[in-house]
């Protein structure tokens, strides 16, 4: 069965500072992997998503994404933070199947917080 | 954005009472989900549809039964609702069984059993 870790419940930055969210996956074959924003009160965003190729991805609001095989990890990146980007995120792992269409387990999340 | 409505928004409600959440989908996806959201589990799958009466258990579905009588329509009912019940409820919709579709989520019922 596959699963999502995210270590950090919560983390706190300053404005325009880097930031790195880890994800680690359990999954046997390869995997399909997504990060989800959620800000206060709002349903989930997507923010990017991996299934091959360049395993460096792209995604809105300035976001990337680097997935590593070998360590198991998606973790999720951002040049310079600002206050807006304070939310909850979420890393995914998808199995597709035609009974149950992308089935997606989720981590537990990873609070941002921004400092001024 | 996808076309996701759920309703209620909110909703109070005592232990033992019926409820039903209502999802609302106007992009014709196959797939349509329920979750819940509690603090430190992320989300949890409750339920799943991948027809119009075609209906399956997801991890915690106890105490839930969901019917899909329509593409457009996927609801979730509380049959006598609990307090362990309270929490935040999200609806998402997908439109083809490959892993890399990824999901669209609504705006969240947020349900409160007292």
């Known amino acids: 069965a596959q699963s999502v870790t995210q270590p950090d419940i919560h983390i706190t930055v300053s404005e325009g500072a880097s930031l790195e969210l880890r994800c680690n996956y359990s999954?046997?074959?390869?995997?399909?992997l997504f990060w989800y924003v959620q800000s206060p009160g709002q349903g989930l965003q997507l923010l990017l998503k991996y299934f091959s190729g360049d395993t460096l991805v792209q995604g809105i609001k300035g976001f990337e994404a680097e997935f590593k095989r070998s360590q198991s990890s998606f973790n999720l990146r951002k040049p310079s933070v600002h206050w807006s980007d304070a939310a909850e995120y979420f890393c995914?792992?998808?199995?597709?199947?035609?009974?149950?269409?992308?089935?997606?387990?989720f981590g537990g999340g990873t609070r941002l917080m921004v400092k001024p | 954005d996808a076309g996701i409505t759920q309703s209620p928004r909110h909703k109070v409600t005592e232990t033992g009472t019926p409820v039903t959440l209502r999802c609302h989908q106007t992009?014709?996806?196959?797939?349509m989900y329920w979750y819940r959201q509690d603090p430190g589990h992320g989300l949890r799958l409750i339920h799943y549809?991948?027809?119009?009466?075609?209906?399956d258990k997801g991890e915690v579905s106890d105490g839930y039964s969901v019917s899909r009588s329509k593409t457009e329509d996927f609801l979730l009912t509380l049959e006598s609702a609990t307090s362990s019940q309270t929490s935040v409820y999200f609806c998402?919709?997908?439109?083809?069984?490959?892993?890399?579709?990824?999901?669209?989520f609504g705006d969240g019922t947020r349900l409160s059993i007292l």
């Open positions: 998402a919709i997908s439109q083809q069984s490959s892993g890399n579709q990824p999901q669209h």
């Open positions: 549809s991948y027809g119009v009466k075609d209906t």
């Open positions: 999954y046997g074959a390869t995997p399909y």
């Open positions: 992009e014709n996806h196959r797939y």
């Open positions: 995914a792992v998808g199995a597709g199947s035609p009974h149950a269409g992308n089935m997606l387990t």
